[in-house]
């Protein structure tokens, strides 16, 4: 009697398991044979793996491919990487055989369209308080060098002998900051720094973070 309510309960629990999977739809079409995994309002979403002509392993969201997952076509080609509302969108790699050999296509998609490869900016700004606006652009590829100026109202401000730097010789002249002699990338610098308000009222604290990721003649402006 206890294996049989013991029997009772498992098939009991199983077909309440298995039960969303079979009524859980797919609404890609060429994956909708076979679904397994999450599934709301009958529809895949969440983690799951979907077959049909293609198969698909991924996130899903209201019954379509979204977020990031891996697609395996019919014919050998594989898409790893972004989707939305089951088409390729956002950061991806396609690989596929043309004439015996692979060809990748990796980078930016849009409704399934290559755009092209992601464009990497060459520096970032890691933090900046109080700080108006600022340029950042690579003058030269001649010489690894990084000029700073900072101008509060539109006059040149001195910029402060406490900058910190990853790397390269710290010189000021004339009121700017010129790091010389750098030898290793990202260039990171740190600067804190005071400002006098534009109206000769009491000064503010400023800070600048950023990094330089390739080689070259930087010019770094900040404005307040």
Same mark, same amino acid.
């Given at each position: 009697?206890? !294996? ?19 009524? *859980? ?13 999450? *599934?709301k309002k009958n529809l895949a979403h969440g983690k799951g793996?979907a077959k049909g002509l293609h198969t698909y392993k991924g ?35 396609? =690989? ?23 464009? =990497? ?9 109080? =700080? ?7 003058? !030269? ?25 990853? !790397? ?20 990171? *610098? ?29 010019? =770094?402006?900040?404005?307040?």
């Amino acid at each position: 009697m206890k !294996s049989s309510t013991i029997t009772v309960i498992l098939l009991l629990f199983f077909s309440t398991f298995l039960y969303p999977q079979q009524s *859980c739809k797919v609404l890609l079409k060429d994956i909708t044979e076979e679904y397994l995994g999450e *599934c709301k309002k009958n529809l895949a979403h969440g983690k799951g793996t979907a077959k049909g002509l293609h198969t698909y392993k991924g996130e899903f969201k209201n019954g379509y491919p979204h977020g990031h997952g891996v697609m395996i076509y019919q014919d050998g080609s594989t898409y790893t990487g972004q989707w939305k509302k089951g088409e390729r969108n956002g950061e991806g790699t396609l =690989v596929s055989i043309v004439q015996g050999k692979d060809s990748i296509a990796d980078g930016i998609w849009k409704n399934n369209e290559y755009l092209g490869k992601k464009v =990497v900016n060459p520096y970032e700004v890691i933090r900046k308080t109080s =700080v108006q606006r600022y340029i950042i652009r690579k003058a !030269s590829d001649d010489v690894n060098k990084v000029t700073i100026t900072i101008k509060n109202g539109g006059n040149s401000f001195p910029v402060p002998r406490n900058i910190l730097s990853s !790397s390269g010789t710290l010189n000021i002249l004339m009121g700017r900051a010129v790091f010389e002699n750098i030898t290793t990338y990202p260039f990171e *610098c740190e600067m804190r720094y005071s400002v006098p308000t534009k109206f000769g009222g009491s000064n503010y604290d400023a800070e600048f973070n950023f990094k330089i990721l390739e080689k070259g003649n930087w010019i =770094v402006e900040i404005y307040h």
